[in-house]
């Protein structure tokens, strides 16, 4: 008889990285004490569940700190092969700043937000409001650590609905309702599609790890490649959704009008990040032998995103309430074009991490100025609600302050100067595509940087225009202040030393 030796305990239990899992976790716990505190304050001292959440977001970041070197991974089958679920390398690190820093930015937000509602007797629940905006925030932040497509598929499920429910949380406003459930219905068939894109990709490879999936799909049996490539490119869809990529863009326009203003700041920086996290993971480190696939279909995506978002927003009309919050949620629409052409780009050359540095630039720069510039557009529906763009005319004569900070931020999102990290991270962009061989899509590019100019330029002179009338009295608040300055501190910062956003162009983003 031959004695099978019982593997030890020490061996059965896994061992945990709790500097490498922090950032998600501390943004996770402060979401369950602030869920539970709310059960015991009273309305009157409720506004400070809104500041815990400040200070646990800026906690969650602060832990980003002991991270920042070499890579660490947890959770791991066989580290040496890096068979990892969590990975928290310089990629990782990059999307975590972003979404702590942008959801940090929207808490500032919101504080005004949910005293003005309370102001107006039309309060929203201020506890599971940051619940909520926590919970999702730890989902992004869990995100860019995923290495298997289970973990990422659940990351993006816990960052997507506390978002629906983030949307509709405006009870007793139609638009908002229909905005939540239309976004949550869109969502869900994303899911759905992506979780059977999932199941065809596990079942020609049997695994579910990023580079298990990889190594798989480079060795799969000539009756199952229809498979692969059907589940390739099916588990692009949800990701494809999130970025708000045409034809599934659909959901944006009513979603951003109908949730709260911070709420749809959130979702126009945090929400693409989602998106745009998932898409490189899934293309650059599991399916690289099947660029083929989903290198063409996302050129054509980022060609058709740009150009559908930038022709949208030029047809609204400044009269015509919530033009201003239609015209940020259509310029989302095709700055998200813009972002997917270096991630196109990576199935064309030679270093793939080059092309996904571009990408990284470029959505650190439009998450600074989109967030400055519904923060301006937050304190101009305190006065003035209907958020049309014919309330910004005039903005100057009440506001300077606030006028120039808000068409700096238009001319960052232009590419003009004095703009310059907007250019930067434009021809940063433009080169990519340049040098992945794609120059009918970098043509698309420079056609829609043209069109983009005429509305953003409008927008930015009607601030300088005499009011008609007296000029609004606008006002403002310590929190609202703060989000403002901080923006146009980080982009007047990067526009003179871009070389500080810049250098993700290089490679050794993964480990």
Not at 368 to 382: D, E, K, S, T, Y
Not at 472 to 482: G, V
Request: proline share 5%; glycine share 8%; with cysteine.
């Amino acid at each position: 008889m031959i004695a099978v030796a019982a593997p030890s305990v020490a061996s059965l239990v896994q061992s945990v990285d709790w500097v490498a899992i922090a950032p998600p976790t501390i943004a996770a716990v402060v979401a369950l004490a602030v869920l539970v505190a709310d059960l015991f304050l009273d309305e009157r001292r409720k506004p400070l569940l809104g500041w815990v959440s400040v200070a646990g977001l800026a906690a969650a970041g602060l832990s980003l700190l002991p991270l920042i070197g070499d890579a660490r991974s947890t959770f791991c089958l066989d580290a040496a092969q890096k068979t990892c679920s969590y990975t928290a390398d310089r990629f990782t690190l990059v999307i975590q700043f972003l979404v702590l820093a942008g959801a940090l930015l929207t808490a500032l937000l919101s504080i005004s937000t949910l005293k003005d509602a309370k102001r107006a007797d039309k309060p929203l629940p201020e506890g599971e409001f940051w619940f909520l905006l926590l919970s999702s925030a730890v989902g992004a932040a869990l995100l860019p650590a995923s290495r298997d497509l289970a973990t990422l598929v659940v990351a993006l499920e816990v960052a997507s609905l506390p978002a629906f429910a983030l949307v509709g949380l405006k009870g007793d406003d139609r638009r908002s309702s229909d905005a939540a459930l239309k976004f949550f219905l869109s969502s869900v068939t994303a899911t759905a599609v992506t979780l059977l894109g999932v199941s065809f990709v596990y079942a020609t490879t049997g695994t579910l790890h990023l580079t298990k999936v990889a190594t798989g799909l480079t060795h799969v049996d000539g009756q199952f490649h229809t498979l692969a490539q059907a589940g390739v490119a099916l588990t692009l869809v949800g990701f494809a959704f999130k970025t708000a990529a045409v034809p599934f863009h659909f959901w944006v326009p009513d979603t951003y009008v109908g949730a709260p203003l911070p709420i749809a700041a959130y979702l126009s920086v945090i929400g693409k990040a989602v998106g745009f996290t998932g898409l490189i993971l899934v293309t650059v480190i599991a399916f690289p032998s099947y660029a083929d696939v989903w290198g063409p279909a996302l050129a054509a995506l980022a060609a058709l995103t740009m150009t559908v978002g930038n022709v949208a927003a030029l047809r609204q009309q400044a009269t015509r309430a919530y033009s201003a919050v239609r015209l940020l949620a259509w310029s989302s629409v095709g700055q998200a074009g813009y972002l997917l052409v270096p991630i196109a780009s990576a199935a064309y050359t030679d270093d793939p991490q080059k092309s996904i540095g571009s990408t990284l630039a470029y959505a650190l720069m439009y998450a600074a100025v989109n967030l400055g510039a519904f923060a301006v557009a937050a304190l101009v529906a305190r006065t003035r609600p209907l958020n049309r763009l014919s309330d910004y005319r005039g903005l100057y004569a009440a506001r300077p302050l606030a006028a120039l900070v808000l068409g700096f931020f238009l001319l960052c999102l232009a590419g003009l100067p004095p703009g310059i990290i907007g250019l930067f991270a434009k021809v940063t962009v433009f080169s990519a595509a340049v040098e992945a061989g794609l120059g009918w899509l970098a043509v698309v590019m420079a056609v829609n940087v043209v069109i983009a100019l005429f509305y953003y330029l409008q927008w930015t002179a009607a601030l300088f225009r005499a009011p008609e009338g007296e000029p609004a009295a606008y006002r403002t608040s310590l929190p609202l202040t703060a989000a403002i300055a901080v923006t146009a501190a980080v982009g007047v910062a990067l526009s003179g030393a871009p070389q500080l956003i810049l250098h993700f162009v290089d490679s050794g983003l993964f480990s």
